[in-house]
């Protein structure tokens, strides 16, 4: 009997590709068919870019699935899946497309696999609206082994937009056991720097930007670098580390033509200052993760062993990715505000 298709619509809540995305991972998981119709419906330019069709053709070659629609521009696809299976992988977006979003995509497909994988992805590794390498190898990747997840990724050339060249590899093996993510405190300090990435660009602009987060953050000169990276195009990347006992959170900005070095560096000071000042009454630092990462979570704790964290806040981004695993997965979120920029989310299985 042919199992009936979830209907998602790609307007509501946040109406971007988190939807897309979470439901193809979830469809292929589940192996239940999904329709997305409006896809991408509350972006400017809605409907599928090269990225989004990717993520849809590499979700689909690694459970076999056939699909509805999956072309550039599309505003409605579905997708019928079959067997996950696990092996080598080579993707190429064609562009600068985020390399890390289609690793998204299909990272907790393969962990579901019965055999090991191996995965290449070619496009933009540090893009704009887009987790950059660095936020999925330090920030997430070591929350989703404390799950049971087995996965490492390792850059091997830096993207950016427009011109691309960049590459990422992964390695995943069969998730065996899993447990309850626990990260309610990110714990004390344990470390921090401070990382300028300049492609076919002056130094000019990787010291400014340094100069502008070591100042903000009362850092030593010694915990800025400047990294040189090889492309066939311009590209800037200034990213802070914070590192925690429990967690270390990315906090990135990407240099974009016409924006001044310090401009693009306070644009990382703002995003850490909503992060660092979460402390619950007593002045303990009780607020473990920053908004961002809450997003990513959510769907690996649904598929393992459920947990708890601390956030800085709800967004409709996370709100809505919650909408979506409780279409497809039997499981229960719990949201409670322990104060200001304080909420903790629960996921109950």
């Known amino acids: 009997m042919k199992m009936r298709e979830i209907i998602i619509d790609g307007s509501e809540g946040e109406g971007g590709g988190q939807v897309l995305r979470t439901s193809l991972s979830l469809s292929a998981i589940t192996g239940k068919p999904v329709r997305i119709e409006n896809v991408r419906g509350r972006r400017k330019k809605p409907g599928l870019f090269r990225q989004h069709l990717m993520a849809c053709k590499a979700a689909a070659e690694i459970c076999d699935a056939t699909m509805e629609g999956a072309n550039l521009g599309s505003s409605e696809i579905a997708f019928y899946p079959r067997k996950i299976k696990g092996g080598e992988y080579d993707f190429a977006i064609g562009s600068a497309g985020a390399t890390n979003l289609v690793a998204q995509t299909i990272l907790p497909i393969l962990a579901h696999a019965e055999t090991a994988s191996n995965v290449k992805i070619s496009g933009g590794t540090h893009n704009q609206w887009a987790p950059t390498f660095d936020f999925l190898d330090q920030a997430f990747l070591p929350q989703f082994r404390k799950m049971g997840g087995r996965a490492s990724a390792e850059l091997e050339a830096y993207g950016f937009y427009p011109a691309g060249g960049g590459a990422i590899r992964m390695a995943v093996k069969p998730t065996e056991e899993t447990q309850a993510l626990s990260l309610e405190d990110r714990g004390e300090r344990t470390g921090e720097k401070v990382v300028a990435i300049l492609a ?96 990513q979570l959510l769907l690996p704790m649904a598929l393992f062993g459920g947990g708890a964290f601390t956030t800085t806040d709800i967004s409709q981004h996370t709100r809505t990715n919650i909408d979506i695993i409780k279409r497809f997965l039997d499981v229960e979120f719990k949201m409670t505000q322990l104060g200001r920029k304080c909420w903790k989310i629960e996921v109950v299985k």
């Open 200 to 295: 076919n660009l002056s130094d000019g602009i990787a010291n400014r930007e340094l100069t502008t987060l070591i100042k903000a953050f009362n850092l030593k000169l010694e915990q800025g670098e400047i990294i040189h990276a090889e492309g066939p195009g311009p590209g800037n990347a200034v990213t802070l580390f914070l590192e925690h006992e429990n967690v270390t959170e990315v906090f990135i900005g990407l240099g974009e033509h016409g924006v001044r070095a310090e401009a693009v560096a306070k644009k990382v000071v703002q995003q850490a200052q909503k992060y660092l000042p979460a402390k619950d009454g007593s002045g303990q630092i009780s607020t473990a993760v920053g908004e961002h990462l809450a997003d």
